[in-house]
């Protein structure tokens, strides 16, 4: 069984270090962005996790700091389900940080029932994918001063399942969860492409991840019977460290070794759907999400 484990979920290690580097990490409280944090956190950053539950994320800060020496970590309100909250807290940041290397944007729902953002928008399409458009719209002056920088969109294997529904993306007509699940996960594919395009000559390179299968509370609007499932092969899904692995790939590879603009999984680069790799969609995505949040983006 171990055998088979191993065979299915490559492992990886590097010994590059980030002293002198600033990362924010959102849904750093646990799972996948917990273990990104402290990992980040080991090799000499100073990282700020981005949190909607505070007393988790200062919790998490405190167990970063106890399981790491001369952890340099520090937890910051960030709810992704408000424009006037990701302001707060570009603001907060602005405020108190001088430089931005890396902006890892982790955190996410997944095929929750039907529900709006504080702002109006269908809540998974809202946090996944505007919340984190809004976000690295307002942190790139911060990145672009830093440069060279790197924004990390952490998208799923659902991508492959996902289409963009320009004619309902409030989900009104027909909402399904994984199929918004689905959306968003491409919208992270297609933004992340047409952000490299625009930043790459500014310094500010940008990949997407696929983390695999991982057991974490990500699933927990599952129904029962896919709940059954995933206990099952439970042994066969990657633990959040492994499902961190690609995002530190990412963020600690030398810029010569990847591409900016592209998809990766396993710690290598990968083929997105056809659909992620659709340069119309992306543009018009890109657009749409302008119009959405009301703002310019050249």
Known sequence: MQALRSHLIPQWSSDVRLEGKTA???GANVGIGKETAKD????????????????RGEQAAR?????????KVVARHLDLADTKSICLFAENIYNNEKTLHFLINNAGVAMCPFATTVDGYEMQFGVNHLGHFFLTFLLLDLLKHSAPSRVINVSSLAHNMGKIQFDDLSGDRAYHPARAYAQSKLANVLFTS?????????????YSVDPGVVSTEITRHLGRPLV????????LMKTPAEGAYTSIYCTVTPESQLLTGGYYKDCACAESSRAGQDDGTALKLWAVSCHMLGIRWR
Do not use: N
């Open 40 to 55: 980040l956190a080991g090799r000499g950053a100073r990282v700020i996790l981005a949190c909607r539950d505070m007393a």
């Open 228 to 235: 059954a499932i995933t206990k099952t092969i439970s042994f």
């Open 194 to 206: 047409e952000l490299a395009k625009r930043t790459e000559a500014l310094g500010v390179m940008a």
């Open 63 to 71: 167990d970063i700091m106890r399981e790491v020496k001369g952890a």
């Open 24 to 26: 924010i990490v959102t």
